[in-house]
Structures are given as structure tokens and as C-alpha cells.
């Protein structure tokens, strides 16, 4: 699942999460740059911004403890300064459950590099929970949370105020985030059963689905299917099509049991 966080994390720093970048560097963005590299092998950073005062910021977001992440960083720091003619401020932000065991520095000889490492379980939470931005709202459930009943009431006030599409994407985000914190995931899992909204959106990334996309599902997956699909469509009001395609369903059978639950 390493995967689906590193993907869900960098997909929602492509919206810029402003008042967490704020927070790391108590600057505004000044606007967002290009994060690729072109080499041998093309490089991408997680999160890469001009701040106001002209510095540029790198971030990287990890989920696991990684012993060769101040050679990455060196080596990033390097191909920044290349193409943008500045050293940069730079930051790993660590936002996995085990106990943080890299280092931040690179040292060899005539060479003492480093750089700032964050776990985000120390950071303030409550400053991304008042944020008004979803992508530091869902980044505050990787925080230590003191009120998660609190932040998922939120989050879910911002996701019904979201267009179809957009809201189902943020959705499975915030599940995937999720299990990086089993505690937090088991209250997130009960808060949408008491509130009557889907837990599972998306067979392709969740595991609690195993079999895999083109394996045929038993009647009892497709009976929860249909269920999810019931309450999607009763809760956030989404046309059945667009459920059908996201849960993988044909329309006529949501229908059918649409009918039959009147």
C-alpha cells in the first residue's frame, strides 16, 4: 500500500494545502514551480513552490523510514539549485505510524549537509483542521488528533459541498490516508457507518476488496456494492450513473434496488 499513500499524498499536494506549506515556513507561496527533473532517469519531487520572498521550498512526504533519504535529498537540493539557480529550503515530512528512525543530515568528507525532518504527529493539528483548504483538512488525520469526531464532521461538511466527481476522489483519499493510523481508520469506519455513508468507493485501491479488479465477485460483494451504491446516491444525491461507474455495478441493478427499498 506504500504506493497508494506516496500517490494519495503527492496527488493532494497538487492542490497546494496552503496554510500547511505556511506553517513549515511561515511564508506565503509566492507560486507553484515545475517539480520534474530530466536525467538518465527522470526525478519528481513530491512538493516544490517559490515562496514570497523569493526562496525556494522542497517537500517530501514519507510514509516509511527510508536510510537512504539524505542522499535523495542531497541529490534533489542539487538538481533544484541546477535548473532554478537557488539552494533550497528543504523539509521531509514523515507521516507514518512506526517511530521515526531517519536522519536529516549527509555528512562526508568536506561535505555537511542537512536538511529539516518533521514528524507530522508533532506538528499543531488544529491549524490545518481550521484551515479552509480540504487538502490540509484530510492532512490533519495523519496529526495527533485530539477531537476526531470534531475534524470528520469537517471534513465531511467540505465533502458535501463538493461537486459529484470531486467529492468521491477526496473521499477515497481520506480513506487510503487513513490507514496509515489504524486507530484513526476504526473511528473513521465507524463515524461513516453512524452517519449511513459508503465506506468502500473504489475495489482497485481498497484492500478490504483482495480478489483484484477482473476477478468476478461473489453475490454478498455485490449485495455491499449495491448497499454502498444505495447510500451514495441517498446521502450526496450523485446521479446512478456515475455511481455504477465507480463502484463497477450496472445501472440496472441499482435500479432494481432502488425499486425495491421504496
Given at each position: ?243 455504477a461507474k465507480e463502484l463497477g455495478l450496472k ?12
Open positions: 500500500m506504500k504506493g497508494s499513500y506516496d500517490k494519495t499524498l503527492r496527488e493532494i499536494f497538487s492542490d497546494v494545502p496552503v496554510n500547511l506549506i505556511k506553517f513549515l515556513t511561515n511564508q506565503e507561496i509566492k507560486r507553484p514551480l515545475n517539480p520534474s527533473f530530466p536525467s538518465i532517469k527522470e526525478r519528481i519531487a513530491d512538493f516544490l513552490v517559490e515562496l514570497e520572498n523569493g526562496d525556494i521550498f522542497h517537500l517530501e512526504i514519507q510514509s516509511v523510514n527510508d536510510k537512504t533519504m539524505p542522499r535523495r535529498m542531497l541529490f534533489y537540493a542539487l538538481l533544484i539549485e541546477e535548473k532554478y539557480k537557488k539552494f533550497p529550503i528543504q523539509v521531509v515530512l514523515y507521516v507514518g505510524n512506526e517511530k521515526l528512525r531517519m536522519q536529516n543530515f549527509y555528512k562526508r568528507k568536506n561535505l555537511d549537509y542537512k536538511y529539516e525532518l518533521f514528524n507530522i504527529k508533532n506538528l499543531d493539528c488544529n491549524y490545518l483542521i481550521k484551515s479552509q483548504s480540504i487538502e490540509d483538512n484530510l492532512i490533519a488525520i495523519l496529526c495527533k488528533i485530539d477531537d476526531e469526531v470534531n475534524l470528520l464532521n469537517r471534513i465531511t461538511s467540505r465533502l458535501l459541498s463538493l461537486p459529484d466527481k470531486k467529492r468521491v476522489d477526496y473521499l477515497k483519499k481520506l480513506f487510503i490516508l487513513a490507514r496509515l493510523r489504524p486507530k484513526v481508520y476504526n473511528k473513521l469506519e465507524e463515524f461513516y457507518k453512524e452517519q449511513k455513508m459508503p465506506i468502500v468507493l473504489d475495489p482497485k485501491i481498497d484492500p478490504l476488496y483482495k480478489k483484484g479488479w477482473n476477478e468476478a465477485w461473489s453475490e454478498a460483494e455485490k449485495k455491499t456494492k449495491i448497499k454502498d451504491a444505495l447510500l451514495i446516491i441517498e446521502k450526496f444525491n450523485i446521479p446512478i450513473e456515475k455511481v445501472e440496472d441493478e441499482i435500479k432494481k434496488a432502488l425499486n425495491e427499498n421504496k
